[in-house]
Every structure is written in C-alpha cells, then in structure tokens.
C-alpha cells in the first residue's frame, strides 16, 4: 500500500483566551491542593473584555475564596498581559465567583475511591517523535513554544501573548514523509521603539498610542521573524525543505488579541490539550478538575500504558480506552489498538497491565501521584510528550516487564 494524505494538527498560545481560562481553572485547583491534598475541585472559567467569571464546585478544607481574585490576576499578568499593549488590563476586571459545594451524593461516591463521573478516556502514543507524540502536534507545541520564549525574553520585542500554530504533514504507507505546510497567527504591536533593546521588554504603553521615535510592525518584518528566527530553528533538519508553505499571519494585522478579542473558555482546546485528532477522544476536559475526576486522570493513565507499549516496541502505535462507571471502583472497560502495528496480541497486553497496575480511580491517583499541585504546568502547550519530572504519565517505567511479555 503507497496510500499518500496529507493530515494537520494546531496548538495555541498560553496567551489565546480558552488556554487563560484553562491555566486559571489549574491555578486555583493547585491553590486548594497546596493545602488540602483531598480536595475535590470543578473549577471553570470565563473570560471576555474586561470580566472574568469563576464558577464550579468545591469540596475542600481550604478556605481561599477570597484568594482566587489575586490567583487570577496572577496568572493573567505571567502570561504577559501585564502591559497595556497586550489589551488586557487586570485593573480594570470584575471578577465574579460562583463556587458552591460539591454534591454530597457524589462526594460520598468519590470517597469510597469511585469514579466521580462516568465517561471515556483515551490515550495516544507513537514513534513519529522522540516523545512518542504525533509529529504534527509536537511540531505545532514547539514552534509556539519558541515563540513564547523569545517574546518573554524580548528577542522579538513586538510578540504579544495571543498566538496559534498549524503543521500540516504528509503521509506515506501512514508515516510521515514531509511538511506541507507551516501556519503561524501571532497578536502584535502595531509599532514598536526604534531605540528598543532586542533583548528588553516593551515596557507599559497603552495600546495604539505611541510617542515619535517609533518603527511600524509591518507583515514582511513579520513574515521575516516568525520564519527565520521562530519556525525553522523549531523543525528537525530531516524535515526542512524549500517546499515547505509558510503562511504567516494570514488574515494581516493581529494587534488586538486575547480575550479582549474573543472570549474564552475552560475546556474548549481539548485535541490541543491531547493528541491533535490522531485518535479518538472521550469528550471530557481536563483543566480545573481534580484527580478523582476520570475524565483526567484516567487520561494521564491512558497516555502512560500507550507510551510503556510503544517505548516497549510491542507496536509502532497504540491507542487505549478505559471506561469508567460513577461510583464504581474498576474500569468497565479496558482496550487496547495498536493499529496493526503490534508484534503481539493485544489481549495479552491487556492482561499483563490488569495484573499489574491497579486501574481503579485510587490506584491511578497513586500511581501517579496526582493529588500534588502541579497541574496549571499541564494547561498550556499540551498535557502529553513534555519534560516535565511531576508528570510522572510520561515515566516508561514498566518498558522492561513489557519486553518479556509474548
């Protein structure tokens, strides 16, 4: 089979309004864990100019409610919108909190170490990068990865936080053989000093309103930047190629970004957030839950058995489900696809994880020490194929068991 197609996955920025409201949602589920472990959170949010609202449900020992205003405040200013070119003032927010208790009839479900909701999860790894993630994905976190870098650092002194990236690669025999194409929208200043140190942030001028001594952001300086200094040092060499089509900025002008521009929402990036539509996804958010809420940890759990395989070299792609009951403790399903790929069946796979892992609710929480703060790190740039030591779902610590498994 020389079947050929072309596939695309996107990321976005931790400056685009859905990745705001999912770093604030983990923001404050890591506030109450830092002190009370136990806490049982559902935290959304919602941002649009110059409002922010706070709802969900709580069960916790902490009292922070006062607190999350400065949370917010907090997370919004790290990102960058902490100067008024970014079109985002935190002085001028209402922030509105509508946080209630959890329900006891859950609760009590979830302390006996049920699930604390039905649902389905699925988790993706493959050996198209060295982080076992799809290649298009991964190429699509890292260049706005880079991107963020050299905004913060003020080597590209006109970068504003909001941005998204596009890779669309093609396929060979389902390998991925070349970059077709590369999209890049970044937010930006319309002007900038003349004077500006490369290597010095703008400082706090209000947006649009600029003194002499100022040099227009125009779309070939632009071009010439995201380009050369953003996308190319972000691409393998292998992949480089004079083909490549770079689309940068293509709808012009992007000075007004974030949720000044667009609202955003907990929850709304979820195939950014997990595998870029190379395998199904169960519909459940992360972003804001804690632990006992399948839809994230069972994800995480999902991610880290389809890594051991693939690391294993049980299969060049692997693709898991586990289903959930509310209430109940075990699974009510565990499958494993490895696409036609596996050296070994994976029914015997799927034995060899039931014999040694406890893949209930409390087991995973164990496993993987989720009752830790560590979550608004998951929030933007994707919760898989990082290098991060609290993300212990990336670990490949059960590769040598599965190498003895036939």
């Given at each position: ?12 920025s ?49 009292k922070?409610?006062d ?12 990102i ?46 493959c ?32 970068l ?158 692997c ?10 403790n ?5 499958m ?40 608004r ?18 670990n ?11």
């Open positions: 089979m020389n079947a050929e197609y072309l596939f695309t996955s996107e990321s976005v931790e400056g685009h309004p859905d990745k705001m409201a999912d770093q604030i949602s983990d923001a404050i589920l890591d506030a109450y864990l830092k002190i009370d472990p136990d806490s049982k959170v559902a935290c959304e949010t919602f941002l649009t100019h110059k409002a922010i609202i706070i709802g969900g449900e709580i069960f916790s020992k902490a922070i409610l607190k999350i205003p400065e949370i917010v405040k907090e997370v919004i200013n790290e960058g919108y902490d100067i008024g070119d970014a079109g985002y003032d935190t002085d001028e927010l209402t922030i509105d909190i509508h946080l209630h208790e959890q329900s006891d009839e859950i609760n009590s479900g979830v302390v006996k170490g049920g699930a604390g909701d039905q649902g389905l999860m699925f988790g993706y790894a050996k198209e990068s060295p982080t076992y993630m799809p290649l298009a994905l991964q190429l699509s976190h890292d260049i706005l990865l880079r991107l963020s870098k050299l905004r913060k650092s003020g080597s590209i002194p006109w504003l936080p909001d941005a998204k990236s596009q890779v669309t690669l093609r396929y060979k025999d389902n390998r991925p053989i070349g970059i077709e194409a590369i999209v890049v929208s970044t937010q930006h200043m319309p002007m900038v000093l003349k004077s500006q140190n490369p290597f010095q942030p703008s400082g706090n001028r209000p947006h649009g309103h600029y003194s002499e001594g100022m040099y227009r952001v125009t779309q070939g300086l632009i071009e010439r930047a995201i380009i050369n200094d953003v996308i190319i040092p972000s691409i393998p060499k292998e992949f480089l190629s004079e083909n490549i089509k770079y689309i940068i900025n293509p709808s012009g002008s992007f000075t007004k970004g974030g949720p000044a521009a667009d609202t955003g929402l907990t929850g709304r990036k979820i195939i950014v957030d997990t595998y870029g539509g190379s395998c199904p996804h169960g519909g459940g958010a992360f972003s804001g839950k804690d632990a006992s809420k399948v839809d994230r940890s069972g994800a995480y759990m999902t991610r880290y058995i389809a890594k051991n395989i693939v690391a294993a070299g049980i299969a060049e792609r693709v898991v489900q586990l289903a959930y009951i509310i209430a109940q075990d699974p009510i399903s565990f494993l696809d490895f696409q036609g790929t596996g050296r070994i069946d994976e029914s015997i796979v799927v034995k060899t994880f039931q014999n040694h892992l406890d893949l209930t609710p409390e087991g995973i929480i164990n496993k993987l020490q989720l009752k830790r703060p560590i979550y790190e998951t929030a933007a740039y994707g919760h898989f194929g990082r290098e991060n030591d609290a993300f212990l779902w990336e490949t610590d059960m590769v040598e068991l599965l190498k003895k498994v036939k």
